[in-house]
Every structure is written in C-alpha cells, then in structure tokens.
C-alpha cells in the first residue's frame, strides 16, 4: 500500500501513537536513569538520542521519506538538532517578556 493511498488523518492518527509512545519510552528510561543521578547522565544522554532518533526514522518511514544512506541519516540528526534548537529559542522567546536574559 502506497502513503499515497491513505487518508492523512489516520496517517496523522498513526504519527500521534508514535509520539506518544517514544515519549513513554522516553519517561520511562528518564525516570530509571534520573535515580541514578548526574552519575548515569552520559547513558542517559545516548539512550535518550537513540529512542528520538528512532522517533524521527518511525515518523519518516510513516510519510514516505526513505533513508539509506549515511548522509541520508545524517539529514535525520540535522533535522532533530535543528528542531532541539526551535524549540528552545521558541520557549525563550515566550519568556522573554518576564526575562531579560535568555540563552538557547
């Protein structure tokens, strides 16, 4: 079955139980890393890159874009690094009306 074949709700549907279970995942392994404290916060780190990064393969595959290459792959790092980024200048921006200063 071709993604352009189905209805981009349930693609959207799809994408969302994605989400929500890296994100599960994703507390779960926070929560039995963080007892650990600053001691655990290198595996913490890879473990934590390994499951967004899965995220970012599952939602890929899930809309069409293949990646086979190590470039390609590459793309996938740049694309979640540059989200990473957005997100945190977005965050400070919000605050910044309470803030004067803000670092991303």
Do not use: H
């Amino acid at each position: 079955m071709d993604c352009n074949s189905v209805d981009m709700r349930i693609l959207d549907e799809v994408a969302e139980k994605v989400i929500r279970g890296g994100m599960k995942i994703a507390a779960v392994e926070g929560a039995g890393f963080g007892l650990g404290g600053v001691i655990t916060i290198v595996p913490d780190l890879g473990i934590l890159a390994g499951i967004t990064l899965r995220t970012i393969q599952k939602l890929s595959l899930l809309y069409g874009f293949e990646f086979n290459t190590d470039d390609e792959t590459a793309e996938l790092w740049i694309a979640a690094a540059t989200a990473l980024v957005w997100t945190s200048a977005a965050k400070c921006w919000r605050k910044k009306s309470s803030t004067n200063l803000c670092r991303v």
